[in-house]
Structures are given as C-alpha cells and as structure tokens.
C-alpha cells in the first residue's frame, strides 16, 4: 500500500513538473544594450507570451541543443562562416535579405545545399513597425518569399524581424500567411562588441557571451554581414561550438528545434 502512494506520489510530481516546464516563459537571457534604440527585451516576452506558436524567442528547454541563427546577409563573409560549419559539422539557420539574394544568389545556393535553413528577414531591413498598412507584406517579405521562390524554387515559413520589431497585427499577418516569426533567446551582441573593439578582443567577447549565456532550447543571434568586418563573429563561432560541444550540446535548425516545416510549398 506504501509502494503505490509513493508511486502515485510520484505520478503527480512528474505530472506537476511537466506542467511547470511547459508554462515556463521564453525570454532573452543576454543583457539589454543601453542607447542603441533595441526592442525592450520585456516587449519580446510580452509578444511570445501572446503569440504561442507564431512568434518564438527559443525552443523547448527539455534537451540539449541549441539553434544558431546568422543575419543580414548573404556577404562576402558567408563562405568563410559555411566553412567553419562545415567543419564542425553544424547546421545553422541563415535569415537572408531579399536584396542580397538577388546579387549573390550562388551565396545562399550554398548555404542550402549544405543543410542549412533559410528564412527571410525582409528586403533591405527597414524598422517595419515603423511601416503602416500591408507595406511590410507587399513591400518587404513578400518580394523576399519571391526571390526565395526564383532562386531556390521554394518559400520559407520562417521570418525573423529586422531589429526584432513588429507590430502585434503584423504578426497575426505573418501568422495568416502561414509563417512563423523567429526571434532569439541568446544575442551574441557581435554587431556591437565589433563596432566598439579591435577584432581579436571582439571574438574573445562574442565567443565568452554565447558560451555564458547558452541554455537548452536556446536560439543565438549573430551576423553574416553588415558593420566593418564579420571575422570576428566567424572566429567566434569556430570556439563557442568547440566549447559548447565540449558541454554537451547539440546543434540543430531552428525548424528542427520547433519541430515546424521550414518552406510554405
Ligand atoms: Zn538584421
């Protein structure tokens, strides 16, 4: 009799701990960057909160893995960062902008013919909470899914803002064209230790910044593109996944850490 209550005991523990991990909150880990015009980091919790299933800041936090995500491009930068994941046998995910794809399509012909996922950050990354009407759709993402359409043969499900800013009804008007709005749980802030350190002391701080704050289910923010020079984020990208593989982690695609379809056809 003492067997099956400690059983039943235990049941409902399991049960309650379940529940608890599933309610838990996504939220970013990685510190507010003071006077840059960043989105509120609460602002990023509220609208994950609100939009469950459309609008992610991380995955599932019950396993190790973890999903990188690189912005802004395609660039001159982007073979010599597919090199290091092809080293490190990683796939990542590339949130492109439709402007550059159509001047280096080769550039994210690669990238998806080496297993990485592709999303779309909008044409040439305005602030497009600052866009009224349907202008985001028509005049951002929809002549991005276009460019996806003419070069790969295929539109992604996935979307991710430039700066992370959008308006609520712009995400039920992602989420009404059948995508998913992806934002991030770890930035590797390499846009601003790079703007404000020589290169060398730039990777140091982006490689100690994800490995500090890396947590299962997370999803890592960091740029194939944009500023003076993206090698310090590539030499940091060649370490932290050292490191972090060394702690027992594991690297998937965003669409595997949610477990959704990454195209629309
Ligand atoms: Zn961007």
């Keep these: 009799m003492k067997g099956l209550k400690s059983l039943w005991l235990a049941a409902v523990l399991a049960l309650l701990a379940g529940f608890l991990h599933a309610a838990e909150p996504q939220k970013v880990r990685t510190p507010f960057i003071d006077n840059w015009g960043q989105i509120p980091l609460e602002e990023l919790a509220r609208q994950a909160a609100t939009f469950p299933g459309v ?67 909008s044409w040439d990354h305005p602030n497009l909470s600052e866009m009224s009407g349907e202008a985001y759709w028509t005049k951002q993402l929809q002549p991005t899914q276009d460019m996806f359409q003419k070069v790969l043969g295929f539109k992604p499900s996935l979307m991710r ?79 932290y996944i050292a490191e972090l593989k060394k702690q027992g982690y594991r690297f998937v695609t965003v669409d595997q850490l949610l477990g959704v379809k990454p195209t629309l056809n």
């Design 161 to 239: 803002p430039p700066y992370g800013f959008l308006t609520d009804a712009q995400i039920k008007g992602i989420d009404g064209h059948g995508m998913k709005a992806i934002l991030w749980s770890v930035a590797s802030d390499d846009w601003y230790l790079t703007h404000t350190m020589q290169n060398a002391a730039a990777a140091d701080a982006i490689a100690g910044q994800v490995v500090k704050y890396a947590h299962p289910g997370a999803i890592v923010l960091a740029h194939d593109a944009g500023g003076r020079t993206r090698q310090p984020t590539i030499e940091a990208t060649d370490r």
């Design 55 to 121: 609008f992610y800041l991380q995955g599932n936090e019950s396993q190790k893995v973890i999903a990188l995500t690189f912005d802004d491009g395609p660039s001159q930068f982007t073979p010599a960062l597919l090199d290091v994941l092809k080293k490190h046998q990683v796939k990542a995910t590339f949130f492109v902008l439709g402007k550059s794809m159509e001047q280096s399509p080769e550039l994210v012909k690669r990238a998806h013919a080496e297993g990485h996922t592709l999303g779309n950050h």
